[in-house]
């Protein structure tokens, strides 16, 4: 059985997507996640399902996916480089597809010191931008990353992880450069919350032709308090500005505040050149993401 | 060289509480040099565990002696003398040594008394870095002379990762980003077209991967 992506044939149209990221239960029950799916049903294009975020045990994406599908959602699913070896990575792709899930997102994965496991053995065999040469291969050269013929080839729409935000800037769009020609359709950021920075990001992207026809999903997430935007500031790989955490400090309702700040960035980056489409990190906060979206 | 540091000394208290007579060995070469595991620290070690035994109202003899390298035969052979007049040893030297040692002496019970860490340098007096993992496929000239398997938490070949600010690692803001560095030199050197390839799929197979490693040198056969 092979996938057909929804969010392919969107973006194809030229239609702006939305995808709302769902948090993922961290126990053996589906119950919440079909709460948080009910709160955005029919408001959102896609799901997106990270993979183990932080470095910390949930449920397996992969269930969770085939969960929301049958539901009724089409799923993005993560796929990091941290959990999976490149015979792991392969088979997980062809199960992925065969299960019908249409989207995967390779990332490179939060190290396994970050989170809650510290003792954990790496991985890392294939990094993010093999990890999408060999899913490439296998779908349109019908071939394993050791040569071997595949026998269905495994239909799937591929995304590479990106981030404006970390360093060195200037070498960002070349990194991205090296995943779309590994194969990358589409790339997905970090959350956006220096528009500045972001905007020099989509500057320096847009001046390499190769990557003026890759949509860019821009990453949004809503703050909630002044606490977890200075959280986020610590956050590897991120920028929060100090005016944004300033607007929240001098704000009655910072919840509130954290909407609107939100909304703005999404205003902004809408109107960005190569920017399609929003995935909103909100994993457990997402009764805030309908009001983001309308 | 490798880098070792001497184990707490409560856990080799512990590991040779049942014996009264022990010989505390040290190796001449690598946990010399960095302080850890050499003649010197092999005498602190056997008065620190000689008086904490007395401490408990108990008594301990030690023997010490360090050789040149204790990761090869003919120099832990000498241990054979005093090896004999005690119930059980502590090698000070790396886990080479340490296994070469328990090898020679199959009788006696063997203890680590230092923790081996990692074959590097040191980067200034008192601070030793680490430098190579013995992958087995050497890729320094291509990553201007900067391992990214020892010094990338992430081993990547195509760095750096989405994690990198500031030059510093994401695993550990005290760390630098061996990919930032690498990216850094290339570009002074011109050769920032290198970084732009794709670094194809790597055997690790080479490494600690494939199973435990043997060379064989016919040429240098007996
Ligand atoms: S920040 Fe740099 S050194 Fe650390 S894991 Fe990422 S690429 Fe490797």
Known sequence: MSANSGLKKLLEKGEFVIIAGIGIPR??????????YKLLEKKVNAFYIPDNPGANVYLLGLAAAVHLQKLGGETLLELNCRDRNRIAIQSSILGTAA???????????????????????R???????????????????????????????PSVFIGAEVNPFADPLEFRPALMAKKVEAGADFVQTRAVFDLERFGKWIKLVRQQKPLQKIPILAGIMPLVSVEHAKALQEAPGMIVPDSL????????????????????????VKKMEGVRGIVLHAGGMESLIPQLIT | MITAVRKPLNEIIEMVAPYEKILVTGCGTCVTIDYSGGAKEAAILASQLRIARRLGGKKLETLEQTVERQCEWEFVKEFTDHAAECQAIISMACGAGIQTVAAAFPDKPVFPGVNTRFVGMPQKQGVWEERCICCGNCV???????????????????????????????????LDCVWQQ?????KEKGRLADLQKIFPLRDWSTGEDGGYRITVREDMML
């Open chain 1, 27 to 36: 126990g053996a029950d589906f119950k919440p996640l079909e709460e948080r």
């Open chain 1, 99 to 121: 299960l019908g899930i249409p989207n995967l997102l390779f990332s490179t994965g939060d190290h396994q010191t970050l989170g809650n496991f510290r003792g954990a053995k």
């Open chain 1, 123 to 153: 991985v890392y065999d294939v990094d993010l931008t093999q990890a999408i040469q060999i899913a490439r291969g296998m779908r349109d050269e019908k071939k394993f990353s050791n040569g071997e013929e595949v026998e269905q080839p």
């Open chain 1, 245 to 268: 955490v300033q607007r929240l400090e001098s704000s009655s309702k910072p919840e509130e505040e954290g909407i609107k700040v939100a909304k703005e960035i999404i205003n902004q």
């Open chain 2, 140 to 174: 320094l000239h291509l990553t201007g002379g900067l391992c990214p398997f020892a010094r990338c938490a992430k081993t990547l070949l195509n760095g750096p990762c989405e994690g990198s600010q500031d030059g510093k690692c994401e695993v550990n803001r005290e």
């Open chain 2, 182 to 186: 690498i990216y850094d030199i290339l």
